[in-house]
């Protein structure tokens, strides 16, 4: 996800009869986000501060997932943008799965960036981009926090049962 000072305006209250008024800012500072969500158990990895979104950054993402949960087959479910394509990204015990174009409704993470946004919404950052990433990595904090919010929020029914089925398939299987 990317993150940065350009204004993020969003719908508000006000008084009834009053205009809303929100600041803008237009400045083209932005930074970048990286998160890996288990729809399942709510668990999140999350690396944040880059200024780029490229193929290096990415492989430093996986890389830093991989060393966070060594022992696990990760899946690793995404869209197709042009970092993602790479096959220098193919990691054993790593699957990597790309979504159909113009698909975001399918990816679990979108719906966490969204609260992200949410946080940064109708805001301005005089301070700079510092400023901004102190409230980012807050809301990651909270939210990360909340597992069972994050399966909630991530796991979406053709998720699940897709999980279920594999399980169950695992248990007949032994």
């Known amino acids: 996800m990317r993150y940065g000072l350009m204004s ?9 009869g009053e205009r809303t008024v929100v600041g803008n800012q237009q400045e083209f500072a932005n930074r970048y986000l990286y998160t890996a969500i288990d ?26 997932l991989q060393k ?10 995404w869209d197709r943008a042009p970092f993602h394509k790479p096959k220098s990204l193919q990691r054993t015990n790593m699957t990597l799965i790309s979504l159909p174009s113009y698909s975001p409704q399918l990816n679990p993470v979108e719906r966490f960036f969204g609260e992200m946004r949410k946080a940064t919404a109708n805001r301005i950052f005089k301070e700079g981009i510092e400023a901004l990433e102190i409230v980012v990595e807050k809301t990651v904090c909270d939210l990360s926090n909340d597992q069972e919010s994050l399966k909630t929020l991530t796991g979406y029914p053709w998720i699940q049962e897709q ?3 594999i399980s169950e ?5 032994k």
């Open 68 to 77: 966070q949960f060594p022992d696990d087959h990760i899946i690793v479910v």
């Open 169 to 173: 398939w695992m248990t007949i299987r």
């Open 8 to 16: 993020n305006v969003r719908r508000s209250w006000s008084l009834k």
């Open 163 to 165: 999980w279920n089925a």
């Open 39 to 64: 729809p399942i158990n709510g668990e999140s990895f999350h690396l944040m501060g880059f200024d780029d979104a490229a193929t290096l950054q990415t492989h430093a993402f996986l890389g830093a």
